[in-house]
């Protein structure tokens, strides 16, 4: 179901542009992570550990005071509260996401460095758009990402994804415009495909913004078979974000054949 997964990485780069996202970008990964991981050294943190960075950022931001005080002991090339406060809550999400993937859970080589490339991707990325900087759901997309793409090409990928209109572009703004319209759509698919089940909802107060909401800030990646989430990635990349609506005609129309 889907890309063949041997082409699946290849196939995600082609349909997101990565390649020339990065060739038409002043932005330079790898000198990214540089500035920013020497001021993280001089304040004990490594990516290799993020429990302990978790402990030493907290311990940092209480120590600072409502006027951005820098940390005793730091030089005018420290970072200020709003950069601790990011470090700490990508350092904090880290261990939400997928928690029992053999590729970020537990204290295995392979998690040990699969979290500090989600951290230093979501890092990046935070820095190369400020604007948008970071919010909760943004690690599920890097992880998947970084599952199946190189740690660069996951930061490009990411960054198309939430750059570009066809995708997550506003998705993560503080309004939540773009997502409400989504719940919008989709209980008016609900009223018309399933009615009686949208009334039932609706007669129990249960809201569809409860499981709505997560799929879209999370790009779907909490649906139960990992293949059906790798499988409407590559129906998102290849026609957008919108064709979730596809996606539920297809569960609608596997539901049907099995009952």
Not at 40 to 64: C, K, M
Not at 84 to 113: C, V, W
Not at 131 to 158: D, N, P, T
């Amino acid at each position: 179901m889907g890309i063949p997964p041997s082409l699946r990485a290849r196939v995600w780069n082609c349909l997101l542009s990565t390649d020339s996202l990065r060739e038409s970008n002043d932005f330079n990964y790898q000198k990214c992570l540089s500035e920013v991981r020497g001021p993280l050294v001089d304040l004990g943190v490594s990516e290799y550990g993020i429990l302990s960075a978790i402990a030493t950022l907290s311990d940092t931001q209480n120590d600072l005071d409502l006027n951005h005080q820098q940390p005793s002991g730091c030089t005018d090339s420290c970072y200020s509260l709003d950069d601790i406060t990011l470090f700490r809550q990508i350092a904090l999400d880290l261990q939400r996401s997928f928690p029992t993937h053999r590729s970020l859970m537990g204290e295995s080589p392979e998690a040990i460095e699969g979290q500090a490339k989600l951290f230093r991707v979501l890092i990046a990325y935070a820095k190369y758009n400020p604007q948008v900087g970071y919010s909760q759901g943004m690690s599920y997309i890097a992880a998947v990402l970084l599952m199946q793409l190189g740690e660069e090409e996951a930061f490009w990928a990411l960054a198309a994804l939430l750059d570009k209109p066809k995708y997550l572009a506003e998705l993560f703004d503080l309004s939540l415009t773009k997502v409400q319209h989504q719940v919008k759509v989709f209980d008016q698919f609900l009223k018309h495909r399933k009615p009686e089940l949208s009334q039932h909802m609706e007669s129990v107060g249960v809201l569809s913004v409860h499981f709505v909401m997560p799929w879209f800030l999370t790009l779907f990646t909490s649906l139960p078979c990992w293949d059906s989430v790798l499988a409407v990635w590559d129906l998102i990349f290849l026609h957008g974000i919108y064709t979730h609506t596809q996606t539920h005609n297809v569960q609608e129309s596997r539901g049907n054949a099995v009952t």
